[in-house]
Every structure is written in structure tokens, then in C-alpha cells.
């Protein structure tokens, strides 16, 4: 690619500015070995032949590109030659005809594996979302091996963005965008603030142009008035910290424009009204044995002085926060009654705030317990390593971690254990162990009972109550925030629901040999059409929870325009449903009993031990002195009676229409939460026509157990009410209720 400009370049010159520019970028790298300094001059030796013949969109030689983003890395980030290597040689292996290999034999195997990483992130993400959530996570699980890859992306993102003006209007557009949602967030999570301030400000202002000028210009008309208050306000605390000996440094620090219009939407206030358009801060130079006292010591001069706002005051130095910043932050008001934000902070703790990761590195053997990154590492890896989670729902849950601030809570031992913002002791559950996630039933919170519901609070010591009979739902979802447990929770649900479909599955094969049909896939396949679903599990899965009308089995092939059912040719007794099989057993000698309003005839009762109602499978037994009794064909008795007493047994069925109230009794399991009983009622009570007979409720250790007669009609109107009944919040399971064998019914 020639430059076309019309100025005509002078070469000679040019060299020498280049080599200008590299003087500046190996000044710029401190603490580079004799061996180090050969190598950057050779990785720049070879980006510049291979670059030779290109220039950029705004006409310079390309090779300012990686030398500026090899400066970023060494000056703004304060990375080492290594990495000062590799962003010199970044585009070569995909720009030019330098290959993997040419690389890995003169700069070693680590060399090779970073470019090899970021040449697989692409500059720009495809518009197809699957390809750009795959790629995504390629980058993630290349910095698992080496942080530098991700660290001098960052850096060719920053430089990109800088020189962002020369580029096409709608690719403007897309890489600002794409900046916003995916690196600086990726920047705030690594600890760089400088750099994730910066993309921010670049990426609003190809974003929002308009409000983006509009602040930056109020930020420069009110400079002046700013410096005479800041210089009014600092003079008394410098004076004090001086005469106590202090060796300090004070800083006023301009907030970006990104921050502040953030501010002005969130609190819905003009700029004017921003108080915190800049904060000032307090850099000591003290020992790290003395960090923390000292610290406090300036925070109580500067409050001497000035009145400190209670709410506002933020310790990141007793307990740091997740990606490894350390700060004590305060707002005080000022004379003049306007609110100042103060941060005050060691030279170490400025250090890791300005320049994350790699200063993060630099202290580490001095500082044990500084090991946060390896805990966000590690929960990166946890997620990857799950072959369930599609690469989509990984961005998903990544840029969830990447958005939430964090709260610190206690276990029962007193180990402190970070979460985001908005965890529930759900997401505490999971954090701790997926079985123990799984298996959560509700906590105790500082010794109070609460449900999963229950949203963490800072300080919190919580106890995870589990059970064993306990398993993760739908609802569950709701809950929680960290993307772990959303993963864990997805990944149960999803093995629950292959467990129902297995069942729906069956009950279809019943259904079908019921009305004769051919158990076929085209069979299938056409009734998967006709009810508009998408794929075969979610066809079982609906089944089996009773969300597909089968009774329209009998006439589909008839009725449905294009729908055609394959079916067998009638055989005189159709064999297979469950009731067919125990029917088998049963007296067919006698009559059936018809049950119903007006009977007649048969003396008959119902029993008590399994209450049935109209709609449910039913047989007749004759019992010694009681006459016939009525019982559900899944009553627990059942069994014994139609296998050793099935002389005894005769066929039952309901008269139609019979409307007559029957009692069905509901048990009710799951977590005690307040107002639960209340809402339980609230739906019988709403319900037409289901009067309530009974209700008792017993707590033990968090879970509930409710046992509710009701008067209904038929199943129908019994399984509507179970239905209402598990969509309540805290409802784990809802089952018919049959009381213990009870002689009577027998003898
Ligand atoms: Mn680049």
C-alpha cells in the first residue's frame, strides 16, 4: 500500500523521526537488561521491515502504530521487556509475511504464544453474534495462559482509539461502541482506571459527540474558578501534614467526562450540579508496615479541617477491593458549602490504582494477601471449563462480572468471601460449592432464618441451611447475580428438565398405543409441528408437565389440515395404559359402578385414605361391613388390594357431569418465608368455586410443610390449583396427600 497524498514524503526525514520515536519508546522502558535492550532492538528491527511498504489511514508509516502501543504498554501500564517485545511485533504475523515460527525461533516459545494470541482477536468483531462470543472467549482462555496477551490488546485498543479520527464514520461508530461494551470494562476489572477512563471518554465522544463536547468545554470555561478553590482548600491540610513530617504528595484529579455524565443521568442533575467534578489526592510516602496508620492519621487532619460526610466514607485500605485496588476515600464539605471527595492512599497503593496488574505483580512478594486476581482467574476458568454453557450466555455472565461491584460477607468461621453487589444467599451457596448451591434450602443470617431469596447485605455472616431432598428450579434464576450460580443453576435445570422429558416421553408412548398410533419419528415429528414446538426434548418436557392437550390424539388425523397420523389397524383390545394393566386383575364378571350424583343401586362410599375425586382412575372394593369403598387406582393401598384381594375389586368409573364437591387433600413442601401462608390462601381464596376445608402448617429448621383439603370437582380443577400453587416463591413441591392405611378402608 503507497501513500497517495498529494504532499510528496521526504523518506530521509521520516527514518529519523521513527527512529526518534523508538529512542523515546526504549527511554520510556525502565529496567531493561543489556540482553532485553538487543531484543527490543531486534523485535523493532523486524516490525520495521515487515511494516515497510504500509502506512495507516491517516497517511504515517504504519510502524508508529506498534511503537506507541509497545510505549502504552511500558509507560501506562509499566509492563516489562517482554511484553515491550511482543506489542512491537503484534501485527507482524498477521499483516505482513512473518510467520509463528520466524518469531518463536529468534524470540523463544513465550514470544510466539502471546502474538499467537493476539492474532486470534480479531480488530473487529463479526456482525454474526456466535463468532464474536467464540472469539471472546478464545482471548479469555489465551490470558489464562499469559495476562500479557490481554494487556497489550488493551493497549493496541487504547492507541486505535487515540487515532480513531482518521478512520470511516460508521467504523468509528462500531469500534467506540465495541470499546465501551467489551475493553474497558475489561480495563476497570484489571485495575487499569487511567486506561479504562480514557476508552470510556474516547468511546463517548464518537458515540455521543454532542454531550460529550458540551461537558468538556464546561470543564474548561470553569478551570479557573476550580484551581483558586482547590488551592484555598489544600493549603491548611498541606501546612498540617508538613509540620507532622509527612513526606506527601497532593493531587487535584479531574474526573472524566464519561464519569460525570454518568453522574448527571444517574442523579438527574445539571453539571453545575456534579459536586464531584474533580477529587483531590493525598499520596503518601510511608513504609508498607505503616500504610494503613497513616493513612487514618491524614484522614483525621483532613477532617480536622473539614466536615467528613458519614455515608461517603470508603476503607479499600482495610479491605481491598476485588481487582486489587486500595484507597481510603472521604468526602468533606468545604467552607464554601460544596462536598469534596478526598482519597487518600500510599505511593504503592497509587501505583497498583494507576497501573494495575503489572505494579499488582511488583508487589506481590511483599504484600501475601493481595491474591484477588488469582481468585477472578480462577473463577473465569471455572466457567470455561463447563462444556454445557454456550459461548453467547459466557459473554453474557463474563460482562455480568465485569459490570457488578462487590459486597464482603462472612462465613460461619469468619473467612470473608467477596460477591457482587446484589448476591443472594444463593449466589453465597454456590460460591462456597455447587452441591451446597444445589442443595440450599435457605440460611441463617447473623441467626436469622431467611430464604434464598434473601439479598446479601455487607458484613453478613451467613450459615447455608441445605437438605438433601432439595433441587435447584426456574425461579432460582431470579436470584442470583453471580454469573457462577446462574451457570450452576442453568446446568441442574437442565438435567431436571432431560429427567421430566424422559417421563413425557412415556407417558407418549402410552398415549399413542392408546389411540392406535404408530410410535414413529414422522409421527412425532408432524405432532411436534401441530403444537408448535421446537425440538423433541421440549415436546416430552411439556407432556410430562401436563402443557399438551394428548386428548387431541383421538381425532388429529381427522380434524388437522395437513397433519397426518400413521395408525395401527385396530386390534379388538387395546392393551398398555396403566390403568388397562391393573384393570386386568379386577372381577369383570360384575357390573360397573357408575359414580355419581344419583346412584343407584350400588351402596358405595369413597375412602379416605386416597380421597378421590371426579377425573382420577378408580376401582371399587368390597369391603366386610362397610360396604363398597371407591379408591384412586395410585392410591397406596391400591396395590395390595388389586394384587391380593382382586376377587374383591370392582370396576369403577365417574358418571359424567357430576357435579359434586369432592375433598382432596394437597401437601405442600418448601421454604418457610413470611407471608407464605398468606399467599397460599390468597389463591385458593380467588379461585372460583374451591372451598377450603383445612389448612395446617408445620416449620422445621427453615422448611415448611403445608397440608390444605380443599373441596373441588373434578382433577382438572385440582392440578389448575396445584399449578397456581408451585409458582409461588418458595413453593418446592405440591403433591396429593394420601393418609397412612387406615384398616378400616380395608378390612
Ligand atoms: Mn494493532
Redesign the pocket.
Known amino acids: 500500500m503507497q501513500y497517495d497524498g498529494h504532499t510528496p514524503i521526504d523518506l530521509e526525514q521520516e527514518r529519523i523521526e521513527i527512529l526518534n520515536a523508538f529512542k523515546g519508546l526504549l527511554r520510556a522502558t525502565k529496567d531493561r537488561s543489556r540482553d532485553e535492550t538487543k531484543l527490543i532492538r531486534k523485535a523493532f528491527d523486524i516490525a520495521l521491515e515487515a511494516h515497510k511498504d504500509m502506512r495507516r489511514k491517516s497517511g504515517e508509516p504504519y510502524i508508529y ?2 511503537i506507541s ?1 509497545a510505549r502504552i504498554c511500558a509507560e501506562e501500564m509499566g509492563l516489562e521487556p517482554t511484553a515491550i517485545v511482543c506489542a512491537l511485533l ?2 507482524t504475523v498477521e499483516d505482513t509475511h512473518i510467520t509463528l515460527q520466524d518469531i518463536e525461533d529468534i524470540f523463544g516459545v513465550t514470544v510466539r504464544k502471546i502474538i499467537d494470541g493476539l492474532t486470534k482477536i480479531p ?1 473487529v468483531f463479526d456482525e454474526n453474534t456466535s463468532i464474536q462470543a467464540e472469539n471472546f472467549r478464545k482471548m479469555i482462555l489465551t490470558i489464562s495462559d499469559d495476562f500479557r496477551v490481554v494487556l497489550v490488546k488493551l493497549a ?1 485498543r487504547l ?2 482509539m487515540r487515532t480513531l479520527s482518521s478512520m470511516k464514520p460508521e467504523k468509528q461508530l462500531k469500534i467506540a461502541s465495541e470499546t465501551k461494551f467489551l475493553y474497558a470494562p475489561l480495563a476497570h476489572r484489571l485495575g487499569l482506571y487511567p486506561i479504562k477512563s480514557e476508552l470510556e471518554d474516547l468511546s463517548m465522544k464518537y458515540c455521543e459527540p454532542e454531550v460529550y463536547q458540551q461537558i468538556e468545554g464546561k470543564l474548561k470555561s470553569t478551570q479557573d474558578v476550580r484551581n483558586r478553590f482547590i488551592r484555598r482548600f489544600v493549603a491548611p491540610i498541606r501546612t498540617e501534614l508538613q509540620h507532622q513530617g509527612y513526606d506527601f504528595d497532593i493531587k487535584a484529579r479531574t474526573k472524566s467526562i464519561s464519569s460525570i455524565w454518568r453522574k448527571m443521568q444517574t442523579k438527574d442533575v445539571p453539571f453545575e450540579e456534579v459536586f464531584d467534578v474533580f477529587a483531590l489526592r493525598i499520596i503518601l510516602n510511608t513504609p508498607h508496615e505503616r500504610e494503613k496508620s497513616d493513612c487514618w492519621r491524614v484522614y483525621s487532619v483532613v477532617t480536622d479541617f473539614y466536615q467528613p460526610s458519614p455515608e461517603r466514607l470508603r476503607d479499600w485500605v482495610s479491605t481491598p477491593r476485588a481487582n486489587g485496588y486500595e484507597s481510603l476515600h472521604t468526602t468533606v464539605m468545604s467552607p464554601q458549602g460544596r462536598w469534596v471527595e478526598v482519597q487518600i492512599r500510599s505511593k504503592r497503593m497509587d501505583d497498583i490504582a494507576e497501573h494495575g496488574l503489572a505494579a499488582h505483580y511488583k508487589y506481590k512478594e511483599s504484600n501475601s494477601e493481595t491474591n484477588k486476581f488469582d481468585r477472578w482467574i480462577a473463577e473465569i476458568r471455572d466457567l470455561l471449563d463447563n462444556p454445557d454453557s454456550s459461548a453467547l450466555d459466557f459473554v453474557n455472565d463474563f460482562k455480568l462480572n465485569l459490570f457488578n461491584d462487590e459486597i464482603y460477607v462472612f462465613t460461619p468461621k469468619g473467612e470473608l468471601r467477596v460477591l457482587p453487589t446484589g448476591s443472594t444467599i444463593l449466589d453465597f451457596a454456590y460460591d462456597i460449592h455447587t452441591q451446597i448451591g444445589n442443595k440450599c434450602i435457605g440460611a441463617k443470617v447473623n441467626n436469622r432464618l431467611v430464604p434464598l431469596s434473601y439479598e446479601l447485605q455487607n458484613g453478613d455472616q451467613l450459615e447455608i441451611l441445605t437438605s438433601n431432598k432439595q433441587k435447584p428450579n426456574d425461579e432460582w434464576l431470579r436470584f442470583v447475580v453471580s454469573a457462577k450460580a446462574k451457570q450452576r443453576i442453568k446446568q441442574a435445570l437442565n438435567e431436571a428438565h432431560k429427567l421430566v422429558a424422559a417421563d413425557g416421553k412415556e407417558i407418549l408412548e402410552r398415549k399413542f398405543k392408546q389411540h392406535n398410533i404408530r410410535n414413529t419419528p414422522e409421527n412425532i415429528r408432524a405432532l411436534e409441528k401441530h403444537f408448535h414446538i421446537d425440538t423433541t426434548t421440549n415436546f416430552y418436557y411439556k407432556i410430562a408437565k401436563g402443557k399438551i392437550d394428548l386428548a387431541q390424539l383421538r381425532e388429529l388425523n381427522v380434524v388437522a389440515g395437513n397433519i397426518i397420523l400413521e395408525r395401527k389397524i385396530r386390534s379388538k383390545k387395546i392393551k398398555g395404559s396403566e390403568e388397562d394393566l391393573l384393570n386386568e386383575g379386577i372381577n369383570t364378571d360384575t357390573d360397573t359402578i357408575i359414580i355419581g350424583e344419583d346412584f343407584k343401586g350400588f351402596d358405595y362410599t369413597l375412602a379416605k385414605c386416597c380421597s378421590p375425586i371426579p377425573g382420577d382412575s378408580i376401582f371399587g372394593f368390597i369391603t366386610i361391613s362397610s360396604g363398597i369403598k371407591i379408591h384412586r387406582f395410585n392410591c397406596p393401598n391400591a396395590v395390595h388390594l388389586l394384587s391380593k384381594l382382586a376377587y374383591r375389586c370392582l370396576k369403577a368409573r365417574w358418571q359424567n357431569n357430576a357435579l359434586v364437591e369432592r375433598v382432596a387433600a394437597i401437601r405442600i413442601i418448601g421454604i418457610d418465608q413470611i407471608g407464605l401462608v398468606n399467599r397460599l390462601t390468597e389463591i385458593i381464596s380467588k379461585q372460583n368455586n374451591i372451598n377450603m376445608k383445612s389448612i395446617s402448617f408445620e416449620t422445621n429448621d427453615g422448611v415448611f410443610e403445608g397440608r390444605i383439603k380443599v373441596l373441588v370437582f373434578d382433577t382438572a380443577q385440582l392440578e389448575q390449583l396445584t399449578r397456581k400453587f408451585e409458582q409461588v416463591e418458595g413453593v418446592k413441591s405440591v403433591t396429593r396427600w394420601d393418609a397412612a392405611v387406615d384398616s378400616e378402608e380395608l378390612s
Open positions: 502504530h506498534p502501543v503484534h501485527d480488530e493496541d492507541h486505535n
